[in-house]
């Protein structure tokens, strides 16, 4: 593999989508809005709300909060449940974010290529097709991985700054995050770029391609819903066994894709 | 030396369409060789499996001595295709270094090949334009720097002409033409363009219904559709038409003028053209090709 080519291939690939404001607004967008203004808003909300319009303790509510370690400096329902919603629910929001940048960049750089006609004369030039999936892949791997760890990086000072000056604590600080950002993240943007690889290569144009995509957003919102009504617990172990089976789902699916992402079949599509 | 060689080569595709059937080919070293044929006789095909993006159903491609499925032959030959485009966000440098980069050329390496192209087609102060913004016909040229660059032995060329004005097409013809007698490039051309082959190839293959029907050098070909040249000899009181097969029976008609005592102001061979050449072949009917 040469990796001076694939470097170029990424690059160039990044290129696009900072030269085209539809494609990087939402990139932006969406992870200042999911991850920062919503929970901030919540979290603001709650304290200044606490205790004026409580949480009733209903016992749906009371079960919820049994499912989750919750420290005792959180002892009013409120607390509680922003705690819970700030270190648990938001874990599938934060999943979003690599489905989202996965699938915008995969289809504009392997759709998009194609419907501008580039890819063409890009299958010409003596790049391997190894080369140019690994690129493919990359080029839509790293940026999905840094906005979602920016993103983070992000809602854990924000939020945690709020916390600390009205609660005196922080909120944001299960264990849980680490696993979640650290491995699912990457093993869910793995699996939306290995199920966009099958689609891009059936797909003419990134829009079909996004179209077909935005589906794989739907188990992240069964998990959120799930979440919230109890029904699904998160934990660590459950967290980290998760991510290593779409890891492996992921490998299964290029591994079996790759060998059909050759010249021909490429230029047969465009 | 033979560069190019094919034999029995043959394409079906997965929806039974014959692309390509028993195509032979050869085409020597430095030669600029023009394969001509209609809208959708093979001619794309053809190139794709020249240039190893195709795999052939049966038969035989030779590249340099290479199977065209060899990565060694993309790194020794370059394609253009009408369809192929170059990224219009970026600037004209930074494309062709990206595409320098596909064959290994550190910008320190390809910038002194970059300028000199760029200047040979008067475009080096566009440099650092988008390419989106400029003319189809500068971008063509472009697109030509592009297959350059890394200084191949083959170039394969699919209608580099399509979409321009005649000026620009004249522009771009005759800067293959120049880049190939200069370069010592072997060129393998591909175009329903006529006028514009017929000046710059060395040798032609007619291609119909993915066979190849004729092929040789304008006078192998032109010769192949009439076996006798007519001569016309205009005399201040008449115009006499001759037939002949030899040139030494051209003395003998002009003898023959100047005994009736007629004063002779022109004689012409009229030989068939290359463009009457092209549509006895393609205007013949599958029945009479087979």
Known sequence: ?270 | MKVIQTLNLSKTFDNNIIALSEFNLEVEKGEIFGLLGPNGSGKTTTVRLLNGTLTPSSGMTSILGLQSNNQEVRLKTSTLSESAMMYEHMTVYNNLLFFAAMYNLRESEVKPKIKDLLTRINLWEKRDLKLGSLSTGMKKRIYLVRCLLHSPEIVFLDEPTSGLDPESALQVNQLIYELAKNDGLTVFLCTHNLPLAEMICDTFGFIRLGKMIAVGNKEDIVHSIAEENKLQIDTLQNTHHFNFKERDEINGFIRKILEQGENICEVKVIRPTLEEAYFHYIGKTENELV
């Open chain 1, 1 to 270: 593999m040469n990796w001076f080519r694939i470097r170029a291939i990424i690059k160039k690939d990044i290129s696009a989508i900072t030269a085209r404001k539809s494609l990087w607004m939402p990139l932006i967008l969406v992870p200042f809005i999911l991850c920062l203004i919503l929970p901030c808003v919540m979290l603001l909300l709650s304290i200044k709300l606490g205790g004026k319009a409580p949480i009733h303790n209903s016992g749906s509510i009371d079960k919820l909060f049994k499912l989750y370690t919750i420290p005792a400096e959180f002892i009013t329902s409120d607390q509680k449940f922003v705690y819970v919603f700030m270190n648990y629910a938001f874990i599938p929001m934060f999943m979003i974010l690599p489905v989202m940048t996965s699938s915008i960049i995969a289809a504009y750089s392997i759709s998009g290529e194609k419907e501008k006609k580039t890819l063409e004369t890009l299958l010409y030039t003596p790049v391997s097709n190894k080369e140019l999936l690994t690129a493919k892949l990359l080029a839509a791997f790293i940026p999905a991985i840094v906005i979602t760890v920016v993103s983070f990086g992000t809602y854990f000072c924000v939020g945690n700054i709020i916390s600390l000056i009205y609660l005196k604590t922080m909120i944001i600080r299960s264990f849980i995050w680490i696993p979640a950002i650290l491995m699912l993240s990457p093993a869910i943007s793995l699996l939306t770029l290995s199920l966009n690889l099958i689609i891009s290569l059936r797909a003419k144009s990134s829009q079909e391609s996004q179209q077909l995509s935005g589906l794989i957003v739907l188990p992240l919102v069964f998990l959120l819903i799930s979440q919230l009504q109890g029904l699904l617990v998160l934990n660590t172990f459950y967290l980290i066994l998760f991510s290593l089976i779409l890891f492996l789902l992921s490998m299964v699916i290029i591994n079996k894709i790759a060998p059909r992402f050759d010249r021909e079949s490429i230029i047969n599509t465009l």
